[in-house]
């Protein structure tokens, strides 16, 4: 699967911003779809993740503020992000693996274990 990020741009916070993930190929909905984010300086992080089934998943500094969300229809993963703050500044990365039954009730959630990811795209929250 081939994956491009869409979205990013400059906001205050407080406000918000979606951004969008296109997936190519026929086998999307059996991918495990994530969002990652990676600040200056910093390690590339998860943010949330979801799977086939809508199960969803959230690193808990995004827990009740950001919404992950697919349309298996339209090979699309989107990333509500309300009440955007300063330290949510970073390069957004969608990113795809393969499900299986070794992640029955979880997600992974380190970097390596992603087979595909999309190019990224900036997301700015000034103060």
């Known amino acids: 699967v081939q994956l491009q990020a869409f979205g990013g741009g400059l906001v205050q916070a407080g406000e918000s911003l979606r951004l969008s993930c296109e997936a190519s190929?026929?086998?999307?909905?059996?991918?495990?779809m994530a969002w990652f984010r990676q600040a200056p300086g910093k390690d590339r992080e998860f943010v949330a993740a979801?799977?086939?089934?809508?199960?969803?998943y959230y690193a808990d500094s995004v827990k009740d503020r950001f919404t992950i969300s697919r349309d298996n229809a339209k090979n699309t993963m989107y990333l509500q992000m309300n009440s955007l703050k300063p330290e949510d500044r970073a390069v957004y990365y969608c990113a795809a693996v393969w499900d299986r039954r070794s992640y029955s009730g979880t997600i992974p959630k380190d970097v390596g274990e992603y087979t595909a990811w999309g190019q990224g795209t900036l997301v700015t929250v000034s103060s």
């Open positions: 190929g026929r086998t999307f909905s059996g991918y495990i």
């Open positions: 979801i799977k086939w089934s809508d199960s969803t």
